[in-house]
């Protein structure tokens, strides 16, 4: 039977005919086809090269009916493991080997800094909070990627994770990284051997092509048994779902992880419970559901998603197949950074992407919780999306599809781009097509912007060009407009520097992103107002990042954060204590219309630019959104000095109004008192 999670696969001896036949690549090659899979010739010239290598090493080890795949595809994610081989050990324990095959020779590989947080592309199962890099000759290029071993260790913890035979140790799993073509014992040069990763291969071990035979008595030692496609069936039909062990970490993460980040209040409380009954019943009925929670800023979406992923997780009696996803990379990336060092749990974090068909059956999921479900795209295609995976069902009908309870927490004010449909009434729509049973839970209260409703009604009339109701005291919310860029950048320094406060400076999207840095080797200052001059957050594009600098993505979360200007996409769903935002020239006053109006001349977002006829409305929310990021806070400097001042007589007036309302409620008081 054909098992569509790998691209080849055989008993032992047909593999040894497919080998010598030079029939491998071929066969994967038609397979792939098959799965709207389009390799390019570098990995086809790699699978020629694998087969014989594997099928050397099997003969070396005296293994006999075992089972070989090539080109697994890992659950929930865009990744596939090189090569899986399938038998018993000596004690008939079914065994899987999964190996890292490696093409490098010595003189492309070097020894690369390793770093303390888990955050890099080529290896992101791990739970491990070191980062073994090595610099090689890769793609085309010299590159900075994951040690072998740093990679096998990635897959063995996210195997166990989510295959149930492998986290019920119904079967046993080992692995290795085997690179054929590197020496070990006849060349100076052995940088994969580098003292800095005698930890990483005491667990996880490197062979090298002259260590071919350490690693055939390994096979003997944990495949001599064979019966290589029993142990393969039974991997292939395993379910697919968090194991107890990654539940448990899960179910821990809120008082294990930073309390403070995690803690709930008042309403959110309460809304969480509902939320929570209403998974219960719904789990209970067997019926498939969609609920929709629904927010503005700092109603603490987030959080709830975080505590209901933990209650969860942790139901007794129950081993529920529970994740967490969102679109955007800076939020998932900043919930796993506030999760404890180590914590199973952030295996649990997904990008929506990962919930397409070929990596999900129906109903696989149990509780799927959608964080910023406003910013879903139509595709649930995205440039790192393998062509075997790609589909063309729209993103929401995948993620409702994948999971009996899907809840989605979403802001519908908070549209910022074309390409970003999600709302109420999509979710809705595909919720009927499945004939799921819609609830909905509205959050009122919020807890950003110093609680302050009003503040929060202010921002929203001034954005819209509503009628002027509402009214905010000094007390109540710190506003500040300030004359300079730099006098705004100073303040919100001050307030950053402030014990157990933090604080940043963004902007709207009006001035180039450069990909490449300056002459000097430093970030270009892209954010130029007459002698202000900053960098923006570090493009992806740059991948030796200046000292004292982090990824773009890392901006809100990391300290070093505060050296650079960040923009919508890195600010939204992040809240800080105090927010600096520079109003660029994309919005203005204009004095005709007595009306804020828009102008998509002066932006400098190409994604925006290509939005048609919404883009007034995505302008208008991505101030909106940048302005309510602070929860004790918002400095503001306009570019258009026409705004600066109607703002500044709108607040008077509201100030006016609200002393006035203070005044007239002392009066009646003391009328009263009399």
Avoid at 248 to 254: F, T, V
Avoid at 475 to 491: G, M
């Amino acid at each position: 039977m054909s098992h569509s999670r790998v691209i080849y696969q055989a008993e032992q001896t047909e593999f040894f005919t497919d080998v010598l036949l030079n029939q491998v690549a071929d066969k994967m090659r038609e397979t792939a086809a098959a799965l709207n899979f389009k390799p390019g010739l570098s990995e086809i010239a790699s699978w020629r090269n694998n087969a014989p290598k594997i099928k050397n090493l099997l003969e070396l080890s005296g293994v006999q009916n075992s089972y070989v795949t090539f080109e697994y595809l890992v659950p929930y994610n865009r990744k596939r493991i090189d090569c899986m081989i399938y038998g018993r050990d000596a004690n008939n324990k079914g065994t899987v080997v999964h190996l890292e095959l490696k093409q490098w020779s010595n003189e492309g590989v070097t020894p690369a800094p390793s770093e303390g947080n888990f955050d890099i592309v080529e290896d992101e199962f791990s739970d491990e909070n070191v980062v073994y890099r090595v610099n090689a000759v890769t793609g085309g290029g010299v590159r900075t990627v994951a040690h072998p071993s740093q990679q096998v260790r990635g897959y063995n913890d996210y195997l166990k994770g989510f295959v149930e035979v492998l986290s019920e140790k119904e079967l046993n799993l080992t692995g290795a990284a085997y690179c054929y073509n590197y020496r070990r014992n006849q060349a100076d040069n052995t940088a994969l051997y580098d003292c800095r990763y005698n930890k990483l291969l005491t667990q996880y071990r490197t062979y090298a092509g002259d260590e071919v035979r350490d690693l055939a008595n390994l096979l003997k030692e944990v495949l001599g048994n064979g019966d290589g496609l029993n142990v393969f069936n039974k991997m292939m039909s395993s379910p697919i779902r968090p194991s107890k062990k990654l539940l448990d970490s899960a179910s821990n993460l809120i008082h294990e992880g930073n309390a403070d980040a995690f803690s709930l209040i008042e309403d959110q409380i309460v809304a969480r419970n509902i939320i929570l009954d209403k998974i219960r019943n719904l789990h209970k009925n067997q019926e498939k559901s969609v609920i929709l929670v629904k927010g503005g800023p700092g109603t603490g979406k987030t959080v709830i998603a975080l505590h209901l992923l933990a209650l969860i997780a942790g139901m007794k009696g129950q081993h529920l197949n529970v994740h967490y996803a969102t679109k955007s990379k800076p939020l998932l990336e900043g919930v796993k950074f506030q999760l404890p060092r180590g914590s199973k749990a952030k295996m649990l974090f997904h990008n929506v992407t990962q919930y397409v068909p070929a990596n999900c059956n129906e109903n696989e999921i149990d509780v799927l919780m959608i964080d910023e479900a406003h910013r879903m795209t139509n595709s649930s295609n995205n440039q790192y999306t393998p062509a075997e995976k790609r589909t063309d069902m729209p993103q929401v009908e995948t993620l409702i599809r994948a999971s009996k309870v899907t809840v989605f927490f979403i802001d519908d004010k908070q549209a910022i781009r074309g390409v970003e449909i999600g709302s109420s009434s999509l979710i809705r729509q595909y919720a009927k097509k499945y004939n799921a049973k819609i609830e909905e839970v509205q959050l009122k209260s919020q807890f950003r912007c110093n609680g302050s409703d009003n503040y929060l009604d202010w921002l929203e009339q001034l954005l819209y060009n509503q009628r002027a109701t509402a009214i905010f005291e000094k007390e109540e919310f710190d506003f500040k407009i300030f004359d300079t860029p730099n006098d705004l950048y100073t303040a919100i320094l001050e307030k950053n520097s402030l014990s157990q406060t933090t604080a940043r400076l963004c902007a709207g999207f009006c001035w180039p992103w450069s990909s490449e840095l300056d002459k000097s080797g430093n970030l270009v200052k892209d954010v130029h107002i007459g002698n202000f001059a900053m960098p923006w957050e570090t493009k992806d594009t740059i991948k030796k990042i200046p000292n004292g600098y982090v990824k773009w993505y890392e901006w809100a979360y990391k300290p070093e954060g505060i050296k650079q200007v960040g923009c919508i996409y890195t600010a939204q769903g992040f809240e800080f204590d105090y927010i600096g935002v520079i109003i660029g020239p994309d919005l203005y006053y204009n004095n005709y219309t007595g009306r804020i109006e828009t102008n998509i001349k002066e932006s400098k977002d190409p994604v925006l630019k290509r939005s048609g006829e919404k883009v007034d409305e995505y302008i208008r929310n991505i101030y909106r959104v940048l302005m309510s990021r602070g929860m004790k806070g918002c400095y503001v400097y306009f570019c258009d000095k026409p705004l600066r001042h109607y703002v500044e007589q709108r607040l008077e007036k509201c100030r006016d109004a609200s002393t006035s309302e203070i005044l007239m409620a002392a009066e009646k008081k003391a009328i009263y008192k009399a």
